[in-house]
């Protein structure tokens, strides 16, 4: 059977949009890592008529969370529903890149660059089955691009402010959106006609629109009674966080992230150093090619604050990688032949496809998160949050000493401190011990029946010269006042041990564990 030429693109785009999902269903039951439980934990307390920033504190703006918040109510309260969102992200994301490719290039481009996107935005280099916060501000800001890209965007004022007001949502969404906001600007500035009035109305319309979603976020906190801890954690204490990190470690953190993901997906990498210079010998791809090159520019800088370079914050790069990969299809196909540009696409998909096939085909849901994240406790929090949930009522309140708010999530109950990271405490920040101080009284004042201590090295990233005045009092509390009821033993590459009731209070045999404690009669 041969379909007719004009509908091959849309077969093809289909297809790649199957694959996508049919990848995609392979992670629905991966346990959640400690930021998806932070998002979904934020999304149960909004449900719940809870405002972020006062029932719990992190330095992200709140877009994620609210986004969260739908995606439990519509999908429902579990990991599956999670990720049943994060899929219908994808493939709306993998679409919109292809209207972009389309729009600025021609259909091979958008075709070669939406296969790139969705294999690029799965892979476990950049823990692309996770639902981080990136695929949201991803989203929002192919979004606001696809609309700024239409032929006619910059003589409609409407299309405009879309694209201005969902750049300004890729923000809302994480910090780092403000990256994309900038490259909305050039997009306007470099594509709008040459008058001088014509021009600053376009950016006037386009930068007032940018900032709308952001002033009401401001506004709805201010009306909720929480703009002064909203303020307090996304800006005054966010600004200590990014500029803790020397650029010496940084550096080296980068080259180390790079060389991994390089490692794994280098054929897509080639073929995107390759449609950055495409420009330089084809000449149809001259049109937008400062823009893509630029665009690529913007995206790295999104990933740069606070020289972290989280294995994640790279998927920012990836729609900007995967439009220069369809750029080197579009060249390729010009100036070779069609078949050799399809080879090119498809020999380089299989090549990272093989690369990836441990985590895309192999591993069960906990081997993946073990090999992802080591020691973290993952995997165990779901039978610890289920031992809580079933010894404790629902309007009960548990603690955990730790970085792990997923337990909060998996149990459904709601924390008895307002602080769901130990990192802040940990750093050489000024308000360090001033949190320590009130999470301690937070707890003493909820005095809640279970305790729960993890015991990870990455759940505090503790520093030599981190004050131990939360560890001081966390161990005489437990000590004092409660007993060990259950544990869960971490060793890398065995099974985790669990050990409940009394036989929890005989000494551990792994330096990795969580430990869950009952208060004392």
Known sequence: MRFPAASRPLLTLFLILVCTAVLRLGFLHVPLERDEGEYAYMGQLILRGEMPYVAAYNMKLPGTYYSYAAILAV???????????????SLFSTWLVYRIGQRWIDTTAGLAAAAAFALLSIAEPMLGFTANAEHFVVLCMLGGVATLAHADAMRRPCRLAGGGFLLGLAFVMKQQGAAFIAFGGLVVLLNSPRLPKLLIRNMMVFAGAAVLPFALTCVGMYLAGAFEKFWFWTFTYAGQ????????????????????????????????????????????????????????????????????????????????????????????????????????????????????????????????????????????????????????????????????????????????????????????????????????????????????????DTTWSRRPDSSTLIFDWAADTANRDYEAVGRAEMQRGRVTTYVWGSGAQTAPQTPYHVTVFKRRS
């Not at 579990?78 to 219908?88: D, F, M, N, T």
């Open 75 to 89: 999908f429902g309260d579990s990991v599956e529903g999670i990720h049943v969102g994060l899929l219908l992200i």
């Open 241 to 456: 966080y990014v500029s803790i990190i020397p650029l010496a470690i940084g550096l080296q953190e980068l080259r180390r992230q790079a060389l991994s993901i390089f490692d794994g997906t280098f054929p897509l990498c080639l073929l995107a150093l390759l449609g950055l210079v495409t420009p330089l010998w084809d000449s149809p791809t001259r049109r937008h090619g400062l823009l893509l090159a630029l665009f690529a520019v913007l995206s790295f800088v999104a990933v740069c604050p606070g020289l972290r370079f989280s294995a994640h914050y790279f998927l920012l790069l990836v729609p900007a990688t995967s439009l220069l990969i369809g750029q080197a299809a579009s060249g390729l196909e010009r100036t070779v032949s069609s078949h050799s540009a399809v080879a090119a696409i498809v020999g380089a998909l299989a090549i990272t496809a093989v690369a990836q096939r441990d985590s895309l085909f192999l591993l069960s849901p906990d081997e993946l998160v073990r090999t992802s994240f080591g020691s973290n406790p993952f995997n165990e929090a779901v039978p610890i949050a289920d031992y809580l949930r079933e010894h404790t009522d629902p309007n009960e309140r548990i603690a955990v000493i730790g970085s792990e708010p997923q337990i909060y999530f998996y149990a459904q109950r709601r924390a008895a401190t307002s602080y769901i990271y130990m990192y802040p405490m940990m750093e050489p920040q000024p308000f360090a011990k001033t949190m320590q101080q009130e999470m301690i009284a937070q707890i003493e004042h909820e005095r809640p029946r279970y305790l729960v201590l993890v015991n990870v």
